[in-house]
């Protein structure tokens, strides 16, 4: 059994100025410490207000060549290297902040930000750090010919095999993600480019900052920078490096084995979403099982004056507590004397799929009515997606509903992601979307 691992941050304010690759002007990055559970995210100092973004995949907005992560109308660019030296490096929690919407493109590598952490130095905190383990093997597949595989492993493992087009530049190599290793094999791989894939972006000027300094141009056999290359294999060490940066958006670390062929960013980008979505059905699992009563929930005569349900219809006995203002739990327990059971089905009682979704959609407008604070406007349910019913609920059985808010649009439109859950198994999710109107 391994000893707990804390969470880490940097010591103190360090920073760094550069050149961007897209627009060609000085940027200044700056890394500050911050608390426990507060992950990782970029301040726009050069903004008014000076907004932030955190690092997580929900906030992902494009993958074209580089992970652009933006929240509102928020943009940061070409976050990949500096997210993947903050984690691989061991830091857990820290602001990053810019004067400019894309970090310095430094060499190209990940070795300036591991520079700049070492400056910062990384020290332990108090809380236990997060992980994520891979129980059973996950994988995504893409059109343009990318596998990602993730496997259980006790470690965070890569194995890559990069290949260029006609499997030019084929190239493997595996190792276990540690800082001493990340440093010394990984951080100092630079971007990689083909020609043909660059020669319209200088034409068209969008990338003003890009030069040989910062970039290994590929051009048919040739390979042009300049420097010489700094590993005989610098193309799949680097194609490790954006794996890791990418999955840095699941923002817990990674107890598996990725195994990658042909990856790049669209294909990092999903799995990093299949771990995320993965972590919330974990969360709905490990929710409380026990009833408190009292002040953190709401018993069935509260949970009335809210619904306007009644028998046979209300099917939610008790909320037995929210967390924060987007989680709820309610319980709703099943009993042979439900009226659906005597048709559905005489001899074989089982609850119908479409009260389950009755029930979360229930507990799900009892957290958004706490949301609007407001008892003049009402909620409609006004769709269910990825509806699925994964195993009976039978007389007997206790249900736990939970509702998380997922998406909300002023007072006008709320998405939440709900979970039925007996003996510690999903039985049933959706995603139910509501509108707000004026009673
Ligand atoms: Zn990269």
Redesign the pocket.
Known sequence: MAATEFQQTVGKIAGFTGTALHTGEKVTLRLHPAPVDHGIKFKRKDLQDEPTIDAKIENLKTVERATTIGEGSVRVHTV??VLAALSAMGVDNAIVEMDANEPPIGDGSAQPYVDLIKKAGVIAQEEPRKFFDVREPMHVETKTGALLVLLPDDKFRISCTQAGPNNQFTQFLSLEITPSIFEGEIAPAR?FVYYEDVEPLMDKNLIKGGSLENAIVVRGEAVLSKEPLRFSDEFVR?KI??IIGDLALVGRRIRGHVVAVKPGHAANAELARALAREQTRRSAMSAPRAIPIGDSGLDTSEVMKILPHRYPFLMVDRVIGFEGENKITAIKSITINEPFFQGHFPGHPVMPGVMQVEAMAQVASILLFKLTKTSSRVGYFMSADQVKFRKPIFPGDTIFIHAELTRARGNRMAKTKCYCVVNDAIVSEAELMFTFLDK
Do not use: A, N, Y
Request: avoid cysteine; charge should be negative.
């Open positions: 990949e290297h971007t680097h490096l954006d």
